[in-house]
């Protein structure tokens, strides 16, 4: 029996939880998988809790014998943060995935750890409402508040910070606490729900979440258009921000990511560098915002203008933008996909996504860039051969200089992201004297270091 998992923990695991304790080498296997580079890391066991009460008993039995605990949701989190790399539990919450309730009159929904985003929105679908948060992946709404998510429809409705209200945790000794409330502020405490949202379970372990709702909205209309060059559809974005039209989304895509989705989607689209829209309000307020921005893309040469106004063909267009992930492994012929992404000031956007685009090229990288950048967020894919040592450093060089690079211009090492492990020796750099602070914190709340260790913050 591994270490991490002592017998006198086996035991009373399997008393609490019977066969939704399991220790098989596939399930363990299968727990230990990634989205990108990372090797396979399996747990020592995967516990599948049913209620709050139960995920409580695992963690005091955790607790008491020293057993790490790793949250885990749809296993879509790019830096590794669902990964066991110190062994113990893979705490998986999949039979936790209900809709709780819903108080359409406060525009607000209470949900499990376990219940996706899409499935979240149909169940809302009758309702009028829905979820806004939107990072592509259909990622669990846990693993979104543990990683702070973002996404396409940031820019107008705000992440996934902006749209909790409330949270239910299990925290590092067992005991249930719950943050916030159904009101839509308070001025008492300390703010509990956002020390945990972005926490990547390192603090606490969420069990319920009371989310923020929108109207649907009455009409909505999207649209492509490209440019001759990165910096011209960049500085499209940048004055359309800065002019207040009310962008649902935009996103830009370079002409790596372009040839990428062709190969992928077979999409024949143009490869050149292209802006993907959407516009939400009444029909003649999309009209008008369509209008306008048309009116500034005029002035930086966007070309191709095409609409998709139909709901098919919305769907098809942001079905292939969330496909970015695996249009960039098709690119690169299979190989594993480096992922990383940099937020910086909306000012300095054109500046870091031309850097990204031309370093990549000049040390003979495969890159693609897309981005969420009508809030300065861009994401860079890279292909590697993790069996390639010459590669893997180029890479890892590759990507630390796109970090220096975001932090010189006041900007983060991630925006969407997260640390994980994958980033870990940028906090130091990027924080500074705040994170002793953040150590301070965990050995606070979590004094034997069992939630989730090794990610977030680099060894001491």
């Known amino acids: ?61 955790c607790a008491d014998t020293g057993t790490p605990v790793t949250p885990y949701g749809a296993a879509s989190s790019l830096e590794g943060q669902h990964l066991a790399v110190q062994g113990g539990i893979s705490l998986d919450f999949a039979r936790m995935n209900r809709l709780l309730s819903v108080s359409a009159e406060d525009l607000l929904c209470t949900a499990q750890p376990g219940l996706t985003r899409k499935r979240l929105n149909e169940d809302l679908r009758d309702t009028g409402l829905f979820f806004s948060v939107d990072p592509g992946a259909d990622a669990s709404l846990g693993g979104m508040a543990a990683t702070r998510a973002s996404g396409t429809t940031a820019v107008r409705y705000g992440t996934i910070r902006e749209n909790i209200l409330a949270l239910e945790a299990v925290m590092a000794d067992g005991t249930i606490i719950r943050t ?59 004055l359309t921000i800065q002019s207040g039209l009310p962008m649902a989304r935009i996103e830009l895509l370079d002409h790596m990511m372009v040839r990428g989705f062709n190969r992928y989607a077979q999409a ?50 942001w079905a292939m933008r969330h496909s970015a992930h695996y249009a960039s ?28 685009q031309t370093r990549a090229a000049e040390i003979g990288l495969t890159a693609t860039i897309v981005g969420h950048v009508g809030d300065g967020n861009f ?31 006041r900007g983060t090492v991630s925006g969407e992201h997260g640390i994980g492990i994958g980033k870990q020796d940028f906090m130091t750099e990027e924080h500074g004297p705040a994170v002793p602070f953040m150590r301070a914190i965990k050995q606070a709340l979590d004094p034997e270091g069992i939630l989730n260790p090794g990610k977030l913050l680099p060894p001491a």
């Open 1 to 61: 029996m591994p270490d991490t998992l002592h017998t006198h923990a086996l035991t009373r695991l399997t008393a609490l939880l019977g066969d939704r304790l399991v220790t098989s080498e596939a399930d363990r296997r299968l727990h230990g998988q990634n989205e990108t580079y990372y090797p396979n890391t399996p747990p020592d066991a995967v516990a599948y809790p049913e209620t709050t009460a139960e995920v409580s008993e695992i963690v005091k039995i």
């Open 180 to 238: 916030g409330s159904e009101a839509r502020k308070s001025a008492t405490g300390y703010d509990l729900t956002h020390l945990l949202i972005g926490s990547e379970g390192t603090l606490g372990i969420i069990t319920e979440l009371t989310l923020r709702l929108h109207g649907l909205p009455e009409s909505v209309a999207a649209a492509t258009c490209r440019f001759a060059s990165v910096e011209d559809a960049v500085n499209c974005v940048i």
């Open 268 to 317: 024949d689209l143009p490869e050149e560098p292209h802006l993907f829209l959407e516009f939400h309000g009444s029909e003649a307020g999309v009209a008008e915002q369509s209008a306008a921005f048309r009116e500034i893309a005029a002035d930086f040469g966007a070309s191709g203008w095409k609409d998709a106004v139909k709901a098919e063909d919305r769907n098809a267009l």
């Open 329 to 356: 492994a098709a690119l690169g012929e299979g190989r594993h996909i480096w992922p990383t992404d940099t937020c910086v000031p909306i000012s300095k956007l054109a500046e870091a996504v031309t850097w990204a």
């Open 379 to 409: 994401h860079v894919g890279l292909s590697v051969d993790p069996e390639n040592p010459a590669e893997m450093a180029r890479a890892h060089d590759y990507t630390h200089a796109l970090g220096e690079m975001a932090l010189r211009l």
